[in-house]
Each structure stands twice: as C-alpha cells, then as structure tokens.
C-alpha cells in the first residue's frame, strides 16, 4: 500500500514562495526516484523537478533558478521549494515515486494539489 500525499498548495500573489511537502509510505523511500510534476487544464502533464536516491537533482528549464527539490531520508519526505512564482506556474502539481526492484519498474503518483498563482 504506497501512498504519496502532497500538502501546501494554495493561493500565492505572483512574486511569492510557496513550499510542497509529499509525504511517502509504504515503499522503499532511501532508493526511490522522486519527482514533481504538474499539469494545467488542457495541457499535458509535464516534469517540474526530480530527485534521485543519490540525491542528483533536475529542473525543466521554466523553473531552474526558482525552485528547488529536496528530500528527508528521516521523515520520508520530499518538497519543492518554489520562489518567484509566476502566473503559468499554476496548475495541479503532483508527487511522484519511481522504484526498480527485481519485480521490475513501478510508478506511483500523489493525489495532487492545486497551486494558483495570481497577479
């Protein structure tokens, strides 16, 4: 039973800072790949960050140099720090967990939580 639950989404004035918090259960969180995502109305759903058991980080270019992913072996968790946030930042933004045992690749995805950025 993996369960993956995002908190801190909300309303933020552009310019502003918010932080997500995805809390993980029920798998092995020390060598998962972790990763944000978010995906507006009408779009695709789109890589926002992603961070490794090694703790290698990546960013679409949209975000780099605005947000920053991080995890907490201790807690199980993994954030997203997310500073000067701008109108197309909005959309649902969701936390995601990729683990390759010996049963092969398994993907798990958060419920999603909403972010909107207004002017």
């Known amino acids: 039973q993996v369960q993956l639950v995002e908190s801190g989404g909300g309303s933020v004035q552009a310019g502003g800072s918010l932080r997500l918090s995805c809390a993980a259960s029920?798998?092995?969180?020390?060598?998962?790949?972790m990763g944000w995502f978010r995906q507006a109305p009408g779009q695709q759903r789109e890589m926002v960050a992603r961070?490794?058991?090694?703790?290698?980080?990546s960013y679409a270019d949209s975000v780099k140099g605005r947000f920053t992913i991080s995890r907490e072996f201790a807690t199980l968790t993994v954030y997203l720090q997310m500073n000067n946030l701008k109108l197309e930042d909005t959309a649902v933004y969701y936390c995601?967990?990729?683990?390759?045992?010996?049963?092969?690749?398994?993907?798990?995805w958060g419920q999603g939580t909403q972010v909107t950025v207004f002017s």
């Open positions: 029920g798998i092995l969180f020390s060598t998962a790949d």
């Open positions: 961070i490794t058991a090694e703790r290698t980080e």
């Open positions: 995601n967990a990729v683990t390759i045992y010996y049963r092969g690749r398994s993907e798990y």
